[in-house]
């Protein structure tokens, strides 16, 4: 077996990292549905039209359950680097609320409390 190569995995991601932002046109994220989240971590001098683009190809997405599932990956990645506030405009109100992985995080949000509240009382 011969020895590995390539840089440890967290030196790796830390490149992927550095080369999305600094250097990776984000055109390129358009090509494939499930490459999006990504385009919106690209490097761009416009960042609004950049998430508004994404926005406006997520929309396209069928069937509905689908789009709803990747807007919702959009909009997490978009909350590293834009305000809430620009995400909330583009994207349409309540959309994620619909996600079951949205629903999954409050529920484990809910379940992390209840806990806490019971340690306590």
């Not at 990956?73 to 959309?95: C, N, P, T, W």
Request: proline letters at 7%; zero cysteines.
């Amino acid at each position: 077996m011969e020895p590995q190569t390539e840089p440890p995995l967290p030196l790796r991601m830390l490149d992927y990292w550095v080369r999305l932002h600094r250097e990776e046109d984000p055109q390129q994220f358009f090509s494939h549905p499930a490459l999006l989240p990504f385009a919106v971590l690209a490097q761009t001098r416009n960042s609004e039209a950049l998430l508004r683009a994404v926005a406006e190809r997520v929309n396209q997405i069928q069937p509905d359950s689908e789009r709803r599932e990747l807007s919702t990956v959009v909009q997490l990645m978009a909350g590293l680097q834009y305000k809430e506030e620009l995400i909330e405009s583009i994207f349409r109100e309540g959309m994620m609320r619909e996600s079951v992985m949205y629903q999954k995080i409050l529920r484990e949000r809910k379940q992390e409390g209840e806990r806490i509240g019971e340690q306590r009382g």
